[in-house]
């Protein structure tokens, strides 16, 4: 098991290591700077979420009027292109620049919740299958193995298919079928940490279980499952995406960039905008996401860190 | 070796039970299969003949054991959508999706191994540079999005290849590229950075100070100390590939293959096709999964995968 032995080994040596003070809160803030394309990610994810939360602000129009007159009018720096509608018109008339303000919010939102719901439901099995072990432990990695060998987007499709699409749906479909990847960090790590000085020493002063779980143990956890979480978070963007391009996702009339491509498809040789700017938009979304998940490995992980050191002082000599 | 086959054996059978005991519940006990599967307007008449069609009007248990038997002999039932036995459309689909799986898995480590390699020569140098630009590109774009591009730039702008359907090999280019893209970008990463490390080993180094020809250096002893990890990414593509990803392809590409077959039978309500599907998916997923393991015991004699 050498994952075990690199986790507890980065743990005991992190005290001699003075790397404790570029991991403070202004550490990570400096650490981000310094890394053009992590910061640059961090930027569009903010701006994301702006857009995401003052939707209804920004949008010109209300994402689901209808307007059969002013149908597949192309963007404004087309022939035919009106201030009216920035970004043209789809098939129904409906305006495509609100549309793509309006559909942040479901792809974020089933992002977050999903990471939300997996990584709780994944952490809680994970600590409670290191730190119980025995049979416990086998029962849980052995449950975990199962599922992981299951076809996972078929089945996604049959429960799709048996409950019926909706943003709920999509939410548990893709939190049941990605929790275990939390569930395995977590183990691994907890693992390596079952038999450091600082766990036996809380165990001794009579702590509960509870708390040696959540206070001693889930703290060593933050860094490596924020960066899991954030990949997670790409992913799971995407999948929304592929959903609801399939129409097993969001339903009509809410919007979704997925959603919005498929309807575009049809339309995709008279009207190239349709299919364009909500695929943009996804690329644009999960690649900030990749960009900061990406900084976050690399700043998270003490053995990169040492490696990306050694490179520096390597290129200064 | 026989003893861990056996293992393997052992733990796919679970796999496959679990599977079938999940799907019974799914359409049994949460879905409702009339509801589904019958129009709005049926009857009860109808929907009380088409219960006991099913059997659904036997004790739960009953139930149960006559689906386990008929799913042993793969007798899946009479396809609603076609009124045909599922068995005879899985058997005339399935071999689209398996070309299609191979082709695409075959293009992706194809292109991945030399891009890897190259970037890995120069570690932060040009090539290198785009190799993670294009790889970080490559993870970032949506499956079924990059497919359309496909089609409007290679079929509809320059019209070299058809936009969709099965056909010669002219029609495997766009789905088995757009397929193969996503686990090319993730394997390149890998051979990049196994190349990086082996490299840097000590063996590299006397290799090159006896005045051994790069190629042979990186192309036989630093690559095949590679070897392991690369197909190890290269098998977890296969199976993510396998195990649903070919349904966005093949339904952008309207590729006659499995997981087209899937999305049409959710489309026309027919969940007795949908199941039969998932199961052979799911056999596929385990004996693709015990053949990689067995071929990763016989190329490293180290790795010990006892079932803990």
């Known amino acids: 098991m050498s994952i075990v032995e690199s986790d507890s080994a980065a743990v005991t040596d992190a005290p001699i290591v003075p790397i404790s003070d570029t991991q403070a809160a202004g550490g990570y803030w400096a650490d981000l700077r310094a890394d053009t394309p992590g910061l640059m990610g961090a930027i569009c994810l903010g701006f994301l979420l702006f857009i995401a939360v003052f939707a209804p602000f920004l949008a010109p129009h209300d994402p689901a009027a209808q307007n059969i007159i002013a149908r597949l009018q192309p963007p404004i720096w087309m022939d035919g292109g009106t201030w009216t509608h920035l970004l043209g018109t789809d098939h129904l008339g409906r305006d495509v620049l609100s549309r793509l303000l309006h559909g942040s919010r479901i792809s974020l939102f089933v992002g977050f919740a999903t990471v939300l719901v997996a990584g709780s439901f994944g952490v809680l099995m994970g600590l409670i299958s290191g730190y119980a072990g025995g049979r416990t432990d086998q029962w849980i990695t052995g449950f975990i193995d199962t599922q992981v060998a299951f076809p996972g987007l078929l089945l996604a499709l049959l429960i799709l298919a048996v409950i019926g699409p909706s943003m709920t749906t999509v939410i548990v479909v893709l939190a049941l079928n990605g929790w275990m990847v939390y569930a395995r960090l977590t183990r691994s790590v907890v693992l390596g940490l079952r038999q450091t000085a600082f766990v036996e020493a809380a165990e001794l002063l009579g702590c509960r279980t509870g ?7 889930l703290p060593n956890l933050a860094a490596p499952l924020l960066t899991l979480g ?10 929304e995406a592929a959903l609801s391009f399939l129409g097993l996702g969001v339903q ?36 900030a996401i990749n960009l900061i998940a990406s900084w976050l490995r690399v700043t998270t992980d003490p053995v990169e860190r040492e490696k990306r050191f050694a490179r520096r002082f390597g290129a200064a000599k | 070796m026989s003893r861990f086959v056996i293992n393997r054996l052992w733990q796919g059978v679970i796999v496959v039970l679990s599977v ?15 509801r589904v599967m019958l129009p709005l307007e049926a009857t009860a008449e109808q929907r009380a003949a088409f219960e006991a069609q099913l059997g659904l009007d036997r004790p739960i248990f009953e139930q149960f054991l006559t689906y386990v038997r008929d799913v042993a002999v793969l007798d899946f039932g009479e396809s609603l959508w076609q009124r045909r036995p599922v068995l005879e459309i899985i058997i005339e689909r399935a071999p689209a999706t398996l070309v299609l799986t191979f082709a695409a898995i075959a293009l992706a480590v194809t292109l991945a191994v030399p891009l890897g390699v190259i970037a890995a020569l120069r570690p932060e140098g040009i090539v290198d540079r785009i190799v993670v630009v294009i790889s970080l590109l490559g993870l970032s774009i949506p499956q079924f999005w990059l497919g359309l591009l496909f089609i409007v730039l290679f079929s509809l702008t320059l019209g070299w290849l058809p ?42 180094k006397v290799l090159r100070a006896k005045g051994m020809l790069p190629w042979r250096v990186i192309g036989v002893h630093a690559l095949r100390n590679s070897a392991v990890p690369i197909l190890t990414i290269a098998g977890w593509e296969l199976i993510r590939i396998v195990s649903g990803y070919t349904v966005v392809v093949e339904t952008v ?3 006659p293959g499995l997981g087209l077959t899937a999305i049409q039978a959710i489309e026309r309500q027919d969940l007795i096709l949908l199941q039969a599907i998932v199961f052979v998916t799911a056999i596929m997923v385990v004996v693709l999964n015990l053949l990689l393991d067995i071929v990763y015991k016989a190329i490293d004699p180290r790795i010990e995968m006892s079932a803990k």
């Open chain 1, 230 to 239: 954030t990949l997670e978070f790409a992913r799971i963007v995407l999948a």
């Open chain 2, 20 to 34: 079938v005991v999940v799907v019974f519940i799914l359409t049994r006990l949460i879905g409702d299969p009339v």
């Open chain 1, 252 to 287: 009509p009339p809410a919007t979704s960039w997925g959603l919005d491509v498929a309807q575009g498809k049809d339309y995709m040789f008279r009207a190239w905008w349709l299919v364009t700017f909500p695929g943009l938009a996804i690329a644009f979304t999960v690649l």
């Open chain 1, 211 to 217: 708390r040696i779980l959540i206070r001693h143990l």
């Open chain 2, 163 to 204: 936009t969709s359907g099965a056909g010669g090999l002219d029609h495997l280019v766009l789905p088995a590229l757009t397929l193969a893209l996503p686990a090319m970008t993730r394997l390149v990463m890998v051979v990049r950075s196994t190349m990086i490390d082996e490299l840097n080993a000590q063996y590299v």
């Open chain 2, 253 to 255: 590409f309207a590729w």
